[in-house]
């Protein structure tokens, strides 16, 4: 099992910065990988960044140039700075990881970006 929890979140105001942590811990070994999804209200959860190991970072075309994902395998924690902030990047933030197959979810972190 793995267990994942975020941390980070906030209220902000457009153009400010938040920094969200997410640290695994568990029965693991090393995570893969593991991203950052976010789900605004009625609308899906979107993939905003995933790093795996050996890989160039992937993000979604609305917050590049603005969020970076990293991570320190030593800690199974994974961080996603996120500069620039809009009003649409208000969500809640879920941070995902994918160990020996499975897929798991932290329980989230809300984003509140003030105009």
């Known amino acids: 099992q793995v267990q994942l929890v975020e941390s980070g979140g906030g209220l902000v105001q457009a153009g400010g910065s938040l920094r969200l942590s997410c640290a695994a811990s568990?029965?693991?070994?090393?995570?893969?990988?593991m991203g950052w999804y976010r789900q605004a209200p009625e609308k899906q959860r979107e993939l905003v960044a995933l790093?795996?190991?050996?890989?160039?970072?992937n993000y979604a075309d609305s917050v590049k140039g603005r969020f970076t994902i990293s991570r320190d395998n030593a800690k199974n924690t994974a961080y996603l700075q996120m500069n620039s902030l809009k009003p649409e990047d208000t969500a809640v933030y879920y941070c995902?990881?994918?160990?020996?197959?499975?897929?798991?979810w932290g329980q989230g972190t809300p984003v509140t970006v003030s105009s």
């Open positions: 790093i795996s190991r050996g890989s160039t970072p």
């Open positions: 995902n990881a994918i160990y020996l197959g499975k897929t798991y």
């Open positions: 568990g029965s693991i070994f090393s995570i893969n990988a």
